[in-house]
C-alpha cells in the first residue's frame, strides 16, 4: 500500500507562486507520481507527472514553462512549483501514483493511489 499527503496549499493573489508537496510512505509500487487539479463542476484535470525512477516529465499544455514537477527518491516525496498563478487555476490538487507507462501518464484513471486533496485559491 502506498499513502499521499499533500501539503503547501493556501490562498495566493494572481501572478504569486505556490510551492506543493506529496509525501509518500509505504512501499514504493508506483512507476509515475503525478498532480492533477478539480475544480468545482469540472472534471479532475492531469497537470504534471514525472517518472520515479528516471526523472522524465510530462506537463498539460496550460501549466508548461510556468510549473515545475521535480521528486525527491531519498524522501519520497514529489513537489509541484507553480509560477504565475491564474484565478482560473483554483482548484483542489491532488497527487497520485500508479504502476503505468508513460503512454497512460494522463489519464486519472491510471493511477491506483491517491491523497486526499488539497486546495489552491488564487484571488485576482
Known amino acids: 500500500q502506498v499513502q499521499l499527503v499533500e501539503s503547501g496549499g493556501g490562498l495566493v493573489q494572481a501572478g504569486d507562486s505556490l510551492r506543493l508537496s506529496c509525501a509518500a510512505s509505504?512501499?514504493?509500487?508506483?512507476?509515475?507520481m503525478a498532480w492533477f487539479r478539480q475544480a468545482p463542476g469540472k472534471e479532475r484535470e492531469f497537470v504534471a507527472a514525472?517518472?520515479?525512477?528516471?526523472?522524465?516529465?510530462d506537463y498539460a499544455d496550460s501549466v508548461k514553462g510556468r510549473f515545475t514537477i521535480s521528486r525527491d527518491t531519498a524522501k519520497a516525496t514529489a513537489s509541484l512549483q507553480m509560477n504565475s498563478l491564474q484565478p482560473e487555476e483554483t482548484a483542489v490538487y491532488h497527487c497520485?501514483?500508479?504502476?503505468?507507462?508513460?503512454?497512460?501518464?494522463?489519464?486519472?484513471?491510471?493511477?491506483?493511489?491517491w491523497g486526499q486533496g488539497i486546495q489552491v485559491t488564487v484571488a485576482s
Open positions: 509505504g512501499r514504493t509500487l508506483y512507476t509515475y
Open positions: 497520485a501514483a500508479g504502476l503505468i507507462s508513460s503512454i497512460d501518464l494522463r489519464s486519472p484513471r491510471s493511477y491506483v493511489y
Open positions: 514525472i517518472n520515479w525512477s528516471g526523472g522524465v516529465t
